[in-house]
């Protein structure tokens, strides 16, 4: 029977490793988005400087561990048998739930998903106790859990929520009165106190409320830190406050910059000492459990689990392995950076694509507060508004095509960002209570991007939906980790040792399973070239920089239309489901382009104003040819899918005869627009009548089988359609290369802007 628990150890063992590793890459956004939307420093540093928090905050979590032993049910009316599987149980389910929310890319709560699996389990054992008891009901079921600390927690948790939006957005909107959009020209005190303000908050919650509990400090240390705080923080905020006029005296740069640091490496300390509870808190619970049941020479469902009631100090060992473990992760996980990138760009400062898409909900809040900020700018005097406004102001600069080489918000957001966020963490760490450090950061990021109106009203409908959709993902979070940990607890409880080694092995192919899509994801966006942003002043310079767009385009276009027919032939529903996301992916970059067009007129020089009349033409071409495309896809996918007739032999011989013309002139076009050689284009243009006399008298044969053997109305009306999209299709390709073959001139030097990124940070994004 034994044996059992050791294979349950080893197996909990296994999953702290993986658990750390998926955390962490969920979790990594809590502390890197500011410093990497601001690009104060390069990513090999940010990264160098979080590893370090990481490690030491991972010495310093000790206290928080009792919250897996007794801070969501009471283990005294647990037997040793039951709260192993229950740990098991919230493990699993936890790695898979976090995994599961790394491949969307969207931030999720560590400690909400913890919180709520420990209840759904424990919650599920107890239920089945009490049904299997003569003595007990259902009313009994609070005797189990921990009611008061569980509340307590869930409560914080969402309060956070409302406490960190709020207080974020204060913050800011104070910071930005006083320093304004232009705070590098402000007198040196500006920056020295704002400094020493931010340097001070934020050290001495990390270093006194947080470290000064670790297992590595004396006591003596300890006795001293908490009987003078006022007097820390005073003399705390004077040295720094020298300190920093000092240095901005002597070496003239940026004290943000060395805020954004010192925060990037508070907020660090502040997730691992609150957060590495949840990854391997249950296994040290569950390992705790064990050397106290072994030792007591009772049945494992005899021996009630009061010796979690204990305080017991977790062995620094444990701490120093766990936080290498998520050093390593921040290093070279990949997953970790597509979390990032959903929080910095709902808080960007400028325009960038929108990655979420306006519902009811965001419109209607957004109208709410258009409303409340007219009512409350009413309040102010004609004066204020306008100091207000000025503060607001922001500094005319070069407009840049490709936002993602710009930073997404400035230093002062960056440093308020770090130093409200690890404030509150470290408030709560203090306190012993497991905040979520997810919802923490991301509110006081989406706070104070409200406060420093980066949602205007190009972007504010967007920026809500997505901060909605986040906030969606929460709740749903806490609902499934609650639903799905139940559920693996009555699989445990009934199938035991057999039951554990097939939930392992379904938990193992899952993460495998994304991984490799994850990998395969990721090596495809670098392998299939995206369209790029023309960045030219002159129409040559245009006709060179968008060769490499055009041959793409022509590329997949001729992969998509002869997916279309090839599926068609074969009645392949599956063929035609991929081809369906082709399009759809070559359609949304080509509106891309489309809405870069503010930028790139702006870019261009007076003289060469003709440049984008060429531009606008080349991207309604593009444009139309999408659209042939989708409709193509489209029609050919709601056919099969419908389960509709097959086409006939001859019209599928037909289309196929159309589809090898087609594949032929896309061909040479891609060959010409490769090799840049746009007098060849000349010789394609001639190949259009003979397509097109192709297709009519398709079209003819297809009347007259109608007028005599056709049967199927379907059939007729998707193969006149496939026949007149692909005319529509010829001709915007045809006006295409008629764009290009009248404009370029091989005699006239493109001209091209200005390389702008050479002084640039390197952001490593």
């Known amino acids: 029977m034994e044996n059992v628990y050791i294979y349950m150890l080893i197996a909990l063992a296994f999953l702290a490793v993986a658990d750390l590793v998926v955390g962490v890459s969920n979790d990594a956004v809590n502390f890197l988005n500011s410093a990497i939307g601001s690009k104060a420093v390069s990513f090999r540093t940010i990264i160098i400087v979080a590893s370090l928090g990481v490690a030491l905050g991972a010495m310093s979590s000790s206290g928080m561990m009792e919250v897996a032993r007794k801070g969501i049910?009471?283990?005294?009316?647990?037997?040793?048998?039951?709260?192993?599987?229950?740990?098991?149980?919230?493990?699993?389910?936890?790695?898979?739930?976090?995994?599961?929310?790394?491949?969307?890319?969207?931030?999720?709560?560590?400690?909400?998903?913890?919180?709520?699996?420990?209840?759904?389990?424990?919650?599920?054992?107890?239920?089945?106790?009490?049904?299997?008891?003569?003595?007990?009901?259902?009313?009994?079921?609070?005797?189990?859990?921990?009611?008061e600390k569980a509340i307590e927690i869930i409560v914080g948790i969402l309060l956070s929520v409302v406490i960190a939006f709020t207080i974020g957005a204060i913050i800011q909107f104070l910071s930005r009165l006083l320093l304004s959009f232009k705070f590098e020209s402000k007198p040196d005190y500006y920056g020295a106190i704002f400094s020493g303000l931010a340097t001070t908050s934020i050290l001495y919650f990390i270093l006194i409320k947080g470290i000064k509990n670790a297992s590595f400090m004396n006591d003596t240390v300890q006795d001293f830190i908490g009987d003078h705080p006022l007097q820390l923080i005073g003399l705390s905020f004077l040295v720094l406050t020298i300190l920093s006029y000092l240095f901005i005296s002597f070496t003239k740069k940026s004290i943000y910059v060395v805020i954004i640091i010192i925060g990037t490496f508070a907020l660090a300390v502040a997730f691992a000492g609150n957060d590495l509870v949840n990854f391997i808190g249950v296994p040290i619970a569950a390992f705790n459990s064990y050397e106290a049941w072994s030792v007591s020479g009772s049945l494992p469902s005899e021996y009630a689990m009061d010796a979690l009631n204990q305080p017991v100090g977790t062995k620094p060992i444990l701490l120093l392995i766990a936080g290498l473990i998520m050093v390593l992760t921040l290093w070279f996980s990949t997953k970790a950076r597509a979390v990032v990138k959903t929080s910095v760009d709902l808080s960007r400062q400028d325009n960038v694509k929108e990655r979420f898409e306006p519902n009811f909900l965001s419109r209607t809040i957004v109208r709410g507060s258009i409303a409340a900020s007219e009512g409350f700018n009413k309040l102010f005097s004609k004066t204020g508004k306008t100091y207000i406004d000025k503060q607001f102001e922001k500094p005319t600069q070069v407009i840049a095509s490709k936002t993602e080489?710009?930073?997404?918000?400035?230093?002062?957001?960056?440093?308020?960002?770090?130093?409200?966020?690890?404030v509150l963490i470290s408030v709560a760490t203090s306190m012993k209570l497991p905040l979520s450090t997810t919802y923490v950061t991301f509110m006081v990021a989406m706070g104070t991007s409200l406060a420093d109106r980066a949602w205007g009203s190009e972007s504010a409908v967007y920026?809500?939906?997505?901060?909605?959709?986040?906030?969606?993902?929460?709740?749903?979070?806490?609902?499934?980790?609650?639903?799905?940990?139940?559920?693996?607890?009555?699989?445990?409880?009934?199938?035991?040792?057999?039951?554990?080694?097939?939930?392992?092995?379904?938990?193992?192919?899952?993460?495998?399973?994304?991984?490799?899509?994850?990998?395969?994801?990721?090596?495809?966006?670098?392998?299939?070239?995206?369209?790029?942003?023309?960045?030219?002043s002159s129409t040559q310079g245009v006709i060179i920089e968008s060769a490499k767009n055009i041959a793409n385009v022509v590329k997949r276009g001729n992969k998509i239309y002869t997916g279309a027919i090839n599926g068609l032939a074969t009645q392949n529903h599956k063929t035609l489901k991929k081809n369906k996301k082709q399009v759809a992916k070559l359609s949304n970059e080509i509106d891309d382009l489309r809405d870069n067009i503010f930028y790139f007129i702006k870019n261009l020089e007076e003289p060469s104003m003709s440049a984008s009349n060429f531009y606008i033409n080349i991207l309604g071409y593009l444009q139309d040819i999408s659209q042939s495309l989708e409709?193509?896809?489209?029609?050919?996918?709601?056919?099969?899918?419908?389960?509709?007739?097959?086409?006939?032999?001859?019209?599928?011989?037909?289309?196929?005869?159309?589809?090898?013309?087609?594949?032929?002139?896309?061909?040479?076009?891609?060959?010409?627009?490769?090799?840049?050689?746009?007098?060849?284009?000349?010789?394609?243009?001639?190949?259009?009548?003979?397509?097109?006399?192709?297709?009519?008298?398709?079209?003819?044969?297809?009347?007259?089988?109608?007028?005599?053997?056709?049967?199927?109305?379907?059939?007729?009306?998707?193969?006149?359609?496939?026949?007149?999209?692909?005319?529509?299709?010829?001709?915007?390709?045809?006006?295409?290369?008629?764009?290009?073959?009248?404009?370029?001139?091989?005699?006239?030097?493109?001209?091209?802007?200005?390389?702008?990124?050479?002084?640039?940070?390197?952001?490593?994004?």
């Open 73 to 147: 049910f009471n283990p005294g009316e647990f037997m040793f048998d039951e709260i192993m599987i229950i740990f098991t149980a919230v493990m699993i389910t936890d790695i898979l739930l976090l995994d599961f929310f790394n491949t969307l890319g969207m931030p999720t709560s560590t400690t909400v998903s913890i919180v709520f699996e420990l209840l759904g389990a424990s919650v599920c054992v107890a239920l089945l106790k009490i049904s299997a008891s003569d003595s007990e009901t259902f009313l009994d079921l609070g005797n189990y859990i921990n009611n």
């Open 463 to 536: 920026r809500v939906a997505g901060v909605l959709n986040v906030i969606g993902g929460w709740f749903f979070t806490a609902f499934s980790a609650f639903l799905a940990a139940a559920i693996m607890a009555v699989i445990l409880y009934y199938g035991r040792a057999y039951a554990l080694t097939g939930l392992l092995v379904l938990a193992i192919l899952l993460l495998v399973k994304n991984y490799i899509g994850h990998r395969k994801e990721t090596k495809e966006q670098k392998e299939v070239d995206s369209l790029e942003r023309a960045e030219s």
């Open 405 to 422: 080489d710009q930073p997404a918000f400035d230093l002062v957001r960056a440093a308020v960002n770090l130093m409200v966020a690890s």
């Open 631 to 765: 409709f193509i896809s489209k029609m050919s996918y709601k056919h099969v899918n419908n389960n509709h007739k097959k086409l006939k032999f001859s019209q599928i011989k037909e289309l196929k005869e159309i589809d090898e013309v087609m594949e032929t002139l896309f061909a040479n076009t891609k060959n010409a627009f490769d090799a840049e050689s746009f007098e060849e284009i000349g010789i394609v243009l001639t190949e259009k009548q003979k397509v097109l006399n192709m297709v009519n008298q398709k079209i003819t044969k297809q009347v007259e089988r109608t007028r005599t053997e056709e049967s199927s109305p379907k059939n007729t009306t998707l193969y006149f359609s496939l026949l007149l999209e692909t005319k529509d299709l010829l001709n915007a390709t045809m006006n295409l290369l008629e764009e290009y073959y009248t404009a370029h001139d091989s005699k006239v030097e493109p001209a091209r802007l200005p390389d702008t990124n050479e002084d640039s940070t390197p952001s490593g994004s």
